[in-house]
């Protein structure tokens, strides 16, 4: 994990070292119960070159890093089923005293190494932070496959469908209906707007392309031959 | 006019690859594995001391440490201590009795892992390295209630005994053994704390010591010598002890194994028995079997191997006189056999696990409890071969007198874990398959044929080609009862099942390659990519010496015939892909480079071409990296990796032509001293450097991975932060053209041919660096039949024990800087640039499985163009099948067969219930006035 070099390298500063950064994940909104995270859940904590420590979680659903010499750091959350924002993590050592001091920040990929975002916090020697998952990781796509309720609920469909209805269900009803009330009904329905010779549909089936080109105003009155189904029963 | 061409265009461009949720866990495959098992590292335990149900834990000769449900061979965690510097067979895995934690050591580092779940518990460092490790059975006032402290014995400069509190990892005391013994085992009695430590005398020979002490205060008791006299002069003829048994023994033997002595840990005097030999057949192996349970009865049980056969003497240790004694002996039986020991209460139980037998027996007498016979393994082995049991470890149920069930989980010399309930096998884990060195994609001898049959066809003159064909078919028609025989079958297959189902012939898709896979114990083992969970074939190659190793490469698997080169002597075996048989002589063809070739290799860090039959020798060409660089890795464009088109279509319908050239390498070279690595495009034919860029403040220690392809390359590196780049892991993805100005081929202009040696010309090349979340260790390319298909550049991801395929539309360098991309750009699919990708979740071809330590990754085609195989080796062996431009010449899953005929009949129904219907209407509208 850490190679010889840079391990003596680092042995200097580490000798004096006793920096411990403790990350923990509180329970949140993405994920409610830690514990669940699997076993390989891991933090990273990438130093300069060579300079890298890995520690898995624990029981308390925290990473435990201890005797980090002083460096800037990246530290990464690795884990199966959640996203973890980055966070860079600097450890110095004022010559005047005797602990090191620990911050830690939000960072941001493809932004300057300066561009830091909130802070997690800042410790003497010690630092235990929260971090929350940022999101859930979702591995799948689903097909658009065939469901029948969101076929149902096209309105192409609902409309053949209320057609349907129409065409066979109309003259059930018709048939059904005592004389007296059938003979309002198709009284009603010649005064339609819509329906009867008068209707604006019946004038649109009998439009008369000929004569409009003619010049001819309006067809006659009558002129349009009535459809032997009647109106009614043929809509 | 040319809008649904572009649409379509876009469409192939912009594939998003992505796992379906409906292919996840069918379509790919996933050997979690552990590695081989050790025997003193393997045992059943129960996580949760209140429930009985156990799981069987190891650490393996991988440095692996994880759990297994003994129901199913499913892995319940698992955790890498796997490093460079530690030698893997170092470990030592404990679990104390009624503890829900157990520990582990490897190298210098000693951790408590929570048995239930794999979470780590407390974990300590200690200078020396560890030479043993024991879980404390008694208690004392001193520690927490219930959890069982850890002794730790360390070697190093100053050798010491710790305990280590097994609530919080804090040590306890520490003894330092300082007078220049070497540490070897620790053990424990119910009073008292035993260093077994190594005394070389002068003359070269080993004497025991024993250091006792008190377990409260760390303080010694005693110390005194062992009179092993002259017989001792290795370690290797110690036998190593059952620690925690109710009275712990040391045994050892002579060199020649004639004798066995033993001593009871605490006593001085020892016992001597002496082995006989089996028809002439010296010992060639003994261990030692004994309870780990304080309050077991003190029985053990030795195990004698000879070559031919093997057998056990079962002793007891009279606690009151200090006595050892010889109760009974298990008779002789051929071939290998492994025995295991299991507790009930105080009463010890043998399970013996030999060639087509499990016998139980309890240690106090030699009647047999139980005894099954052991039915086929499941497992492929070789003609002439048998699998072997290495060690086993055993679980018993006691009912009364007899035993009602006993589960064994084995190691076989095949490399394969199994356990084995009542005599039949009920899981098989190939752990070799933990090993793999190499590994490559081989297409049946029969399917090869085939395709060399019909390829024949094409290129022969029509009149011949007609008769050939003819010829063919007649020869078909004698096929025809079979085929008729299978046609029920293949009805009721083409209707609800899969292609996965059929064999490995008759494969119209070509997902049914043979991958052959080169272990690291001499093993090759073929999977069918199809069908993974079914070894095909399974063979010793080669009969290695322990500690040896052979280095295999699979060199070619043409014709369906696997050439293996290995390290032994640089030998080159020859397999039949389907069969693991040896061809015969007719089909072994040698194959050597032409006459005029340029091979080029690493030679003592520098890179050299030779050219193959030229009368001078001597190299046309060297690469000599700059002063204090290394040559990290060098990446040849792969062999077979077919292009499509000759350029890029832009949006507004000109061509950027590619660079093509079959001779391209990227060869990547590291500075220590500045801490940079170079990257340089070579032409291999000439040696020209056609490319090159350099990076600094790179992290060497991490992985630099690089990939070639068509005219492109990808490679990925760490960094620490700069004043232009910050800390983190980036991606770098060049693009080469012949020229930059489109419909223009620039110096290559109306010429047809050219030639890398004379003039060559150089690429434009452009360039898009990419910051990454996370390492990359390993970069492929997708390969499918004819390249038509868009790549996909697959990474494999160590931290997050994944593997990604992004898409080359992501990573593609013409993505605008700066601007957000024109009409034309956006038609061909391009982004703008950011300078991050994130790594998207439905990218991860492994989606929620973890791959772990994955080394290299191998691609190839299948028979159809949309369809690129995928195999990933290393530690977990993974495969899947991917479609970068989604499935155009295949029915997915997505294609319901079942919904297509259900609307045909619905529409046949509807037309005979509506036809009547409307002729009725016709004809009332004729007949009917109103």
């Known amino acids: 994990m850490l190679a010889p070099k840079s391990l003596l390298l680092l042995a200097g500063a580490a000798l004096s070292s006793a920096a411990r950064l403790v990350v923990s994940i509180p329970s949140s909104q993405l994920l409610p119960n830690p514990s669940t995270l699997p076993s390989s859940t891991h933090a990273i904590l990438l130093g300069p070159p060579g300079v890298r420590y890995d520690a898995p979680i624990r029981r308390d659903n925290t990473f435990v890093f201890n005797d980090i010499p002083d460096a800037s750091y990246l530290l990464t959350l690795q884990s199966r089923d959640h996203f973890f924002p980055p966070l860079r993590v600097d450890v110095t050592k004022a010559p005047e005293e005797a602990a090191q001091t620990i911050s830690a920040w939000q960072t941001f990929r493809g932004n300057e190494w300066s561009n830091k975002g909130p802070s997690y916090g800042t410790g003497k020697g010690d630092l235990i932070i929260a971090v929350n998952p940022i999101a859930q990781k979702d591995f799948y796509m689903v097909r658009g496959g065939f469901n029948l309720l969101s076929f149902f609920k096209n309105p192409m469909i609902l409309m053949a469908l209320g057609s349907g209805v129409l065409i066979f269900g109309m003259p059930y009803i018709m048939d059904n209906m005592d004389p007296e009330a059938k003979a309002e009904f198709e009284e009603m329905q010649k005064k339609s707007p819509l329906m009867g010779s008068q209707g604006a549909a019946n004038q649109l089936q009998n439009f008369d392309l000929a004569s409009w080109m003619a010049g001819r105003s309006a067809p006659a009155e009558g002129s349009g031959s009535a459809p032997s189904g009647g109106g009614g029963k043929k809509k | ?930």
Request: glycine share 8%; charged share 20%; net charge negative.
């Open chain 2, 1 to 930: 006019m040319h809008l649904p061409l572009l649409g379509a265009v876009a469409l192939l461009l912009q594939s998003t690859t992505a796992v379906f949720a409906d292919e996840a866990w069918t379509i790919d495959y996933h050997y979690a594995l552990l590695g081989a098992p050790k025997e003193e590292t393997t045992f059943f335990h129960q996580p949760n001391p209140s429930s009985r149900a156990s799981l069987i834990y190891t650490l393996s000769e991988e440095g692996v440490v994880g759990a297994v449900n003994p129901r199913d061979g499913a892995l319940v965690w698992r955790q890498s201590l796997k490093s460079a510097d530690i030698p893997s067979n170092a470990g030592f895995l404990r679990g104390g009795e009624g503890q829900d934690v157990v520990v582990g050591g490897i190298g210098n580092k000693t951790t408590a892992w929570s048995a239930a779940d794999g979470r780590l518990v407390w974990t300590i460092e200690t200078p020396g390295r560890i030479e043993d490790l024991e879980i404390l059975e008694l208690q004392d006032a001193s520690q927490t209630p219930g959890v069982k402290d850890t002794i730790v014995l360390t070697s190093g400069n100053s050798p010491s005994i710790l305990r280590v509190d097994g609530a919080s990892g804090v040590s306890k005391w520490t003894y330092s053994i300082d007078n220049g013994d070497i540490p070897y085992q620790v053990s424990a009695s119910a009073t008292e704390i035993f260093a077994i430590v190594l005394h070389k005398s002068l003359l070269g020979n080993i004497k025991i010591k024993v250091i006792s002490l008190d377990p409260v205060t760390g303080r010694k008791n005693d110390e005194y010598t062992l009179s092993s006299d002259s017989e001792l002069s290795s370690t290797e003829t110690i036998i190593s002890v059952g620690a925690n048994s109710a009275s712990p023994i040391i045994a050892w033997t002579d060199a020649a194994r004639t004798v066995l002595k033993v001593n009871i840990i605490g006593t001085k005097n020892v016992a001597s028995f002496n082995i006989e030999k089996h028809n002439e057949h010296g010992v060639t192996n003994v261990r030692l079997h004994a309870p780990f349970h304080t309050n077991s009865l003190a029985h053990f049980l030795v195990h004698f191997e000879t070559d031919i056969s093997h057998w056990g003497e079962v002793y007891h240790i009279d606690l009151k006189k200090s006595k050892v004694e010889k109760a009974y002996s298990l008779p002789k039986i051929n071939g290998k056999g492994a025995f295991s020991t299991s507790t009930s209460d105080a009463n010890v139980y043998f399970t013996r696990i030999s060639r087509g037998q499990v016998m139980t027996v309890s240690s106090a007498s030699h009647g047999s409890l139980g005894r099954w016979a052991l039915a086929d393994l499941g497992i492929p082995v070789a003609k002439g071969e048998e699998a072997e049991p290495i060690h086993a470890v055993s679980e018993v149920s006691v009912k009364g007198d007899s035993v009602s069930a006993v589960r064994s989980a084995v190691f076989l010399s095949t490399g394969d874990w199994i356990l084995i309930r009542e005599g039949s096998p009920v899981w098989q884990r190939p752990e070799l398959l933990a090993t793999t060195q190499s590994a490559i994609f081989a297409s049946p001898p029969e399917v090869e044929a085939f395709a060399q049959e019909l390829q024949l066809e094409a290129h022969s003159n029509p009149v011949s080609a007609y008769i050939h064909r003819v010829t063919r078919h007649i020869q078909d028609w004698q096929r025809l009862p079979v085929v008729l025989s299978s046609l029920p079958q293949k009805i009721r297959n083409q209707l609800f099942g899969t292609t996965a189902d059929s064999g490995l012939t008759g494969d119209v898709f070509g997902f049914h390659k043979v991958i052959a896979c080169a272990c690291k114990n001499g093993r090759v083992v073929a999977l069918d990519a199809a069908n993974p969970y079914k070894i095909l074939w399974s063979k010793q190659a080669v009969e290695l010496k322990a500690g040896e190793s052979w280095n295999p490469t699979f060199k070619s698997a043409s014709d369906g015939i696997l050439v293996l080169e290995h390290g032994v002597g640089l030998q080159q075996l020859q397999f039949d892909a389907s069969t693991g048989e040896v061809p015969s002589s007719g089909a072994i063809r040698v194959v050597n480079p032409s006459v005029g070739t340029v091979q080029f290799s690493l030679h003592d860090g520098e890179l050299e071409a030779n050219k193959v039959g030229s009368a001078a020798s001597g190299a046309i060409w060297r690469f000599l990296p700059g002063t204090g660089e290394r040559i990290l890795s060098l990446v040849p464009r792969p062999v077979n990796d077919p292009v499509a088109s000759i350029g890029k279509v832009l949006g507004d319908r000109r061509v950027l032509y590619k660079y093509l050239s079959p001779n391209l390498a990227l060869l990547a070279t590291a500075n220590d001293l500045t801490q940079t690595v170079s990257f340089y495009v070579l032409d291999t034919v000439s040696g020209a450097t056609l490319h090159a860029d350099t990076h600094s403040g790179v992290d060497l220690q991490a992985p630099i991975p690089s990939t070639l392809s068509e005219n492109w390359f990808a490679y990925s590196y760490t960094s620490e932060a700069s004043d232009d780049a910050p800390k983190g892991h980036y991606l770098v993805v060049g693009e080469m053209f012949e020229s930059l100005v489109p419909n223009d081929r620039g110096p290559l202009t109306g010429k047809v041919n050219s030639s890398s040696l004379q003039a060559p010309a150089e690429p434009f090349v452009m360039l898009r660096s990419y910051q990454v979340p996370e390492s990359v260790s390993k970069l492929a390319v997708t390969q499918t039949r004819q390249g038509i298909t868009s790549r996909q550049l697959l990474a494999v991801l160590p931290d997050s024990s994944s593997i990604v395929g992004i898409p080359y539309g992501v990573v593609d360098p013409r993505r605008p800087i700066g601007r957000d991309p024109t009409k034309e750009e956006q038609g061909e699919g391009l982004v703008r640039y950011g300078p991050n990708i994130e790594f998207d979740p439905k990218w991860y071809l492994n989606h929620q499985r973890e791959v772990l330590d994955i080394s290299n990754i191998i691609t190839s085609p299948a028979l159809i163009e949309s369809t690129s195989l995928v195999f990933a080796y290393g530690h977990d062996v993974f495969g899947t099948r991917l479609s970068p431009s989604f499935s155009f010449d295949i029915l997915g899953k997505d294609f319901n067969k079942f919904q297509m005929l259900a609307t045909v009949a619905a529409l046949a129904v509807a037309t005979f219930v509506v036809g009547p219907l409307v002729t009725r209407k016709q004809v009332n509208t004729r007949w009917q006035f109103a």
